[in-house]
């Protein structure tokens, strides 16, 4: 069965500054992993996946994140935060291409100005 | 013009009561998802449909019953509503890859 870790529930950055949000996963195949965010009363937004290919992926509002199979992580990243960027993310993953996401438990980046 | 959508967004009812969520998709997907998020906002798959059949049924009580009349609706269905039923429900689609989730409907028991 896949599993999904975010090691931390809160993660504060100042504006200006790279963020990182870690994500490490568990699957008995090859993973395909994604990253969603979710702004206050409002659902989840796609920022970016990884199925195959290049380990570095970008996605929307300049984030992106960097898939390393020994280290089966697939961290979020951003040289530069904005306040706009604080939400709620959510790290994903699913092993075959039928199966529903198994997601983490979402870290809160606050971003402050 | 919005690509996944869910009626009503907000739900308060008394325990015991029977309600209804509706889900529609306008991406031709033929997967469609329900999600329950808790308090603590954890996430967890309900059901999945492929082409209107059940794919999946985790371990949901059966006071839960997802119908879909044709590909692009996903309704949830609860009947004796309880307390521990208080979550944001969401629906989701799937194209090759990607999920793509509706606004969430926040559901409330009294």
């Known amino acids: 069965a896949q599993s999904v870790a975010q090691p931390e529930d809160q993660v504060n950055v100042a504006e200006g500054n790279p963020l990182t949000v870690k994500c490490t996963y568990s699957v008995s195949g090859n993973p395909y992993l994604f990253w969603y965010v979710q702004y206050p009363n409002r659902g989840l937004q796609f920022l970016l996946k990884?199925?195959?290919?290049?380990?570095l992926v970008k996605g929307s509002y300049g984030f992106e994140a960097e898939f390393n199979k020994s280290q089966t992580s697939f961290h979020l990243k951003k040289p530069s935060a904005l306040v706009s960027d604080s939400a709620l993310y959510f790290c994903?993953?699913?092993?075959?291409?039928?199966?529903?996401?198994?997601f983490g438990k979402g870290t809160r980046l606050s971003v402050i100005a | 013009d919005t690509a996944v959508s869910q009626t009503p967004k907000y739900l308060v009812t008394q325990m015991g009561n029977d309600k209804s969520i509706k889900c529609e998709q306008n991406?031709?997907?033929?997967?469609m998802y329900w999600y329950k998020q808790d308090s603590k906002k954890f996430l967890k798959i309900m059901f999945s449909?492929?082409?209107?059949?059940?794919?999946i049924n985790e371990t949901v009580p059966n006071r839960f019953s997802p119908k879909s009349p044709d590909k692009a609706h996903l309704n949830l269905h609860i009947n004796s509503l309880e307390l521990g039923d208080s979550a944001v429900y969401f629906c989701?689609?799937?194209?090759?890859?990607?999920?793509?989730f509706g606004p969430g409907t926040r559901l409330t028991v009294l």
């Open positions: 991406l031709g997907h033929d997967t």
């Open positions: 449909y492929n082409n209107k059949e059940l794919i």
């Open positions: 990884y199925i195959t290919g290049d380990n």
């Open positions: 994903a993953v699913r092993d075959m291409a039928n199966t529903p996401l198994v």
């Open positions: 989701a689609s799937r194209d090759a890859d990607t999920q793509y």
